[in-house]
């Protein structure tokens, strides 16, 4: 958003030139994005947080200077300067939606002419990017553009019935809005309606039938408090975006009306010449009193890591116009003003004092961290998965919970059918997914069309099950793979290896290894109908449940990717269910290993089985472990025979073995091999 420097002087008259504002406001989280000084008053582009829609005016943002360089602040008019009949007089306002509309003020200003503006307000209204259109129009930009607070103005003599209803949108109802266009609306749709009809979208667009033009002599100011959820619904549906809108739906002050009522009355008389009304309809049904919110001090030190002096903290809270008062030892309440909302809790404060502070002030520190990566609980699952995926070359993907409307039908089985919700944020994101899969193979089309062939994702998350709707849903906790290109890194001593089913299954039973150690897992053909039905599997547990699914993308989804594509996605909410049997583990050996190599003449008929169980009945004077390194047939050897080559490991983990100890081993094995018939050792 844009502000003029010299409006912010205006408003606190601080000495600081355009940089100095800039690094000062970026330094308290308002991020100066560009200073442009190409006329006499600098303007300032500012990354306003949506938290933080105070600061969506200039009066808000002249609040963060004035706390920033220690200036006053500027306080608003509170008078109008004519003094005609009371507005109750001659509009009647009535809510019948308190739920969507908190507050509505109502004021009426005769006599106004519609002209142009004067070049003061022209060239202020170019410093902020809006266009000048009429004296009158104009002013209500000023209004919104200096407190935040969205205003109105309609032509009272084209209002029916000299009174305003704001309701919900009748069965049927449309309406023309400014931009001529004729919106069909919906029942959850809040508009304010004169006599006879809707005259305006509430918080988002004005009517056409009663807007301002070349005639008007007469203004009725609207500014109001809309629920921000039901402005959000509204402007979305319809697919409209305002100024105001923008506003309404991050939440605008509840007691900024008559404010912008004041201010919108007094620019009226100046700048069209009208008279306004003494006084303000304001209706007003259930006032909010101020919030109240303690802080620790202690939960200064153990959120910032530090704890600045007890007058500090008071002088933050106080620039910050918080009202703190020191209740007992360690302790401070303050008031919250009702254009911060944002702040609701302890941990806000705490976020206050270190933004007045300032950020650089927390002293750096590397006691106590911790050193190397800590292993997930063993009451983790989600954690296990993603470090298994992670470990073996997986990349983690982040997918939105919300798919579009049938999307994950053929990734799901047995599952409950999916459920719309009531205000999706978007039509193509109207219903919380079942299957982590979807999402993730959008990612991996994404990478194939900018020319990765080898992907490699994962995604741990949550999918949804509407059980027994219209109750929430079950959430459940899941991991996912998908994998195109080859099988593992290429390198020039081979040609490029293709991903199999074997490596997908591979995967899938590492983390389920990993995440349910020690059970056993049944592997069956068969899938979903997204996956190949000749090159996919499920895995189950004892009882049959399904655990695990992984295989080929089906054929006919197949033509829509470039590359092949394998999918795997494991349930792991039914793993934990189930209880992890004890592993047993062995010490690594402390010791240097020792190995030694028998060559045995056999029959080729005879399997290695018997000959490792004799080497097995042999006391070891260490563990021991049996491989075979060779295998060779042909000359000298008859042709019925074969000679395998077995390796000895000893992994001492107590003592180093010698030599005599070794030899009188190996004789040991030789005596008992010689026993086993057909098999001899070999000498030529």
Same mark, same amino acid.
């Not at 420097?5 to 308290?28: G, K, M, Y």
């Not at 006499?40 to 963060?64: I, Q, S, T, Y």
């Not at 609207?222 to 697919?239: D, N």
């Not at 062995?586 to 008929?605: A, K």
């Given at each position: ?366 006691? %106590? ?6 292993? =997930? /609980?063993?009451?983790?699952? +989600?954690? $296990?998965?993603? &470090? !298994?995926?992670? @470990? ?68 741990? %998350? ?6 027994? =709707? /219209?109750?929430?849903?079950? +959430?459940? $906790?899941?991991? &996912? !793979?998908?994998? @195109? ?200």
């Amino acid at each position: 958003m844009l502000f003029s420097l010299a409006w912010l002087r205006e408003l606190s008259p601080f000495e600081a030139n355009a940089r100095e504002v800039a690094r000062r406001l970026t330094a308290r989280g308002l991020t100066v994005e560009s200073v442009s000084e190409a006329t006499g008053d600098p303007v300032l582009d500012v990354d306003v947080p949506a938290n933080r829609p105070d600061c969506l005016g200039h009066r808000g943002l002249a609040r963060e200077v004035a706390a920033a360089f220690g200036a006053p602040l500027a306080a608003l008019p509170t008078t109008v300067l004519g003094a005609r009949p009371e507005s109750a007089e001659a509009i009647r306002v009535e809510i019948d939606a308190p739920d969507l509309c908190a507050r509505y003020t109502a004021r009426i200003v005769r006599g106004v002419r519609v002209g142009p503006s004067p070049a003061w307000v022209v060239s202020r209204l170019a410093a902020c990017g809006v266009r000048s259109i009429s004296n009158v129009v104009d002013a209500s930009n000023l209004v919104l553009l200096e407190i935040g607070q969205p205003v109105h103005f309609f032509d009272a003599a084209r209002l029916t019935g000299r009174a305003l209803r704001v309701r919900r949108a009748l069965p049927g109802e449309s309406l023309r809005t400014l931009d001529g266009v004729v919106r069909a609306l919906g029942p959850e749709m809040l508009v304010i309606a004169d006599g006879d009809r809707a005259a305006a979208l509430a918080g988002i667009l004005g009517g056409f039938d009663s807007e301002i033009g070349p005639s008007t002599t007469e203004v009725l100011v609207e500014a109001a408090w809309f629920r921000p959820a039901s402005v959000r619904a509204t402007s979305r549906i319809l697919g409209v975006r305002t100024e105001a809108s923008h506003r309404f739906e991050r939440g605008t002050d509840i007691e900024a009306p008559i404010a912008a009522q004041q201010l919108a009355a007094r620019l009226l008389e100046e700048l069209a010449s009208g008279e306004a009304a003494a006084g303000t309809v304001d209706v007003y049904p259930a006032p909010r009193p101020p919030l109240q919110l303690s802080l620790r001090l202690d939960r200064i030190e153990r959120l910032l890591g530090y704890t600045p002096p007890p007058d500090r903290v008071l002088a933050a809270l106080s620039a910050v116009h918080l009202a703190p008062r020191a209740i007992d030892v360690g302790r401070i309440e303050v008031t919250v003003p009702s254009w911060r909302v944002d702040l609701g809790r302890e941990p806000d404060l705490v976020e206050e004092v270190a933004r007045h502070e300032g950020y650089d002030a927390i002293p750096v520190s590397l006691d %106590g961290l911790p050193c190397g990566v800590p292993h =997930p /609980p063993d009451d983790d699952p +989600e954690g $296990r998965a993603r &470090a !298994i995926l992670a @470990s073996i070359g997986f990349q983690e993907a982040f997918g939105y919970a919300m798919i579009g409307e049938g999307e994950d039908d053929e990734f799901v089985r047995d599952a409950p059918k999916a459920e719309r919700l009531v205000n999706p944020i978007a039509d193509p994101l109207a219903y919380l997914r079942r299957s982590l899969l979807p999402s993730l193979l959008r990612s991996v089309d994404t990478n194939h069309r900018r020319g990765a062939r080898d992907v490699r994702l994962f995604e741990v %998350g949550r999918v949804f099950w509407f059980e027994r =709707p /219209p109750s929430l849903p079950t +959430e459940r $906790r899941c991991a &996912a !793979i998908a994998w @195109s290109g080859a099988a593992r890194p290429q390198h020039w001593s081979e040609p490029p290896v293709e991903i199999e089913f074997p490596d997908v299954a591979g995967v899938v039973e590492r983390v389920l290894s990993g995440v349910w150690p020690g059970q056993a897992t049944t592997r069956r053909l068969g899938g979903p109908a997204a996956l190949h039905p000749g090159r996919s599997a499920y895995w189950t547990v004892a009882d049959g449940t399904v655990v695990a699914r992984a295989g080929a993308l089906h054929p006919t989804r197949q033509r829509a990717f470039e590359h092949p594509i394998w999918l795997a996605e494991i349930d792991l909410d039914t793993l934990a269910a189930f209880p992890a049997t004890a592993v047993r583990s062995t010490v690594v050996p402390r010791l240097s290993p020792v190995s030694r190599d028998l060559s045995l003449r056999m029959p080729r008929d005879r399997s290695f089985e018997g000959i490792a169980r004799a080497l097995r009945s042999v006391p070891a004077p260490a563990p021991a472990r049996f491989e075979v390194l060779d295998r060779y047939e042909g000359p000298p050897l008859a042709a019925d025979e074969l000679s395998l080559t077995v390796r000895v490991h000893l992994a001492p983990d107590e003592r180093t073995l010698v030599d005599a100890e070794i030899e009188a081993y190996r004789s040991e094995l030789v005596v008992v091999i010689e026993r086993v018939e057909g098999v001899r050792l070999r000498t030529e």
